[in-house]
């Protein structure tokens, strides 16, 4: 299995907070990536990086920013949480050529009450 | 725009075959990817197709119609281990697009 993981793995908050997700991989893959997964529209990418400190925005950046001061971590934050960002977050990793299969983290499960 | 295709359900019986369908319309194509994901669980990798065909890899097959913007993923032997939700995801230069995904159910 790819060294990669995510914390918390699971997570209540209030409507307005800041949260922030970790993902961490031990595998020194360029690529990692930020997926959200709701019920009727599968994986939704929200952010990828393609290098320390490089990022860009995916299908559903909105509300989200990210940052990666090191190969290894790449943050997610929810700036103000809102309901309708309940779901479950996914991070994936990818080797020097995107065409690598990306490798997924074990999810983070987020409930904004 | 980005669009991928495939059927939400499906059901087969053990020891069968089954194929899942998918049609994509992306801006870029390098090549497609098959994942499959056990619910509650995340997406494990199952198959890549960069050139048009068939490729094989054990009980798991997959096809490729570039000039169609058509993939399959082919079970064989079907076990109940296979019941799980299965995802094409076109890659699109260095993302992978994720279609909905087919919840295939496996019945004794």
């Known amino acids: 299995d790819a060294g990669i993981t995510q914390s918390p793995r699971h997570k209540v908050t209030e409507t307005g907070t800041p949260v922030t997700l970790r993902c961490h991989q031990t595998?020194?893959?360029?690529?990692m990536y930020w997926y959200r997964q709701d019920p009727g529209h599968g994986l939704r990418l929200i952010h990828y990086?393609?290098?320390?400190?490089?990022?860009d925005k995916g299908e559903v950046s909105d509300g989200y920013s990210v940052s990666r001061s090191k190969t290894e971590d790449f943050l997610l934050t929810l700036e103000s949480a809102t309901s309708s960002q309940t779901s479950v977050y996914f991070c994936?990793?990818?080797?020097?050529?995107?065409?690598?299969?990306?490798?997924f983290g074990p999810g983070t499960r987020l409930t904004v009450t | 725009g980005q669009n991928i295709d495939q059927p939400t359900e499906m059901t087969a019986t053990e020891g069968a075959i089954v194929q899942i369908n998918c049609t994509y319309q992306?801006?870029?194509?390098?090549?497609l990817f098959w994942y499959q994901q056990h619910a509650g669980e995340a997406p494990t990798f199952l198959s890549y197709?960069?050139?048009?065909g068939l490729e094989e890899k054990g009980r798991f097959s997959s096809f490729l119609s570039r000039s169609k913007g058509y993939s399959y993923l082919l079970l064989k032997e079907l076990q109940m281990k296979d019941s799980a939700s299965y995802l094409c995801?076109?890659?699109?230069?260095?993302?992978?697009?994720f279609g909905t995904g087919t919840r295939l159910q496996v019945f004794p």
């Open positions: 990086s393609y290098g320390v400190k490089d990022t």
């Open positions: 197709n960069v050139l048009d």
């Open positions: 992306t801006s870029g194509f390098n090549g």
């Open positions: 995801a076109p890659e699109d230069t260095d993302k992978l697009i």
């Open positions: 595998e020194n893959h360029r690529y």
């Open positions: 994936a990793i990818a080797g020097r050529d995107p065409s690598y299969e990306q490798y």
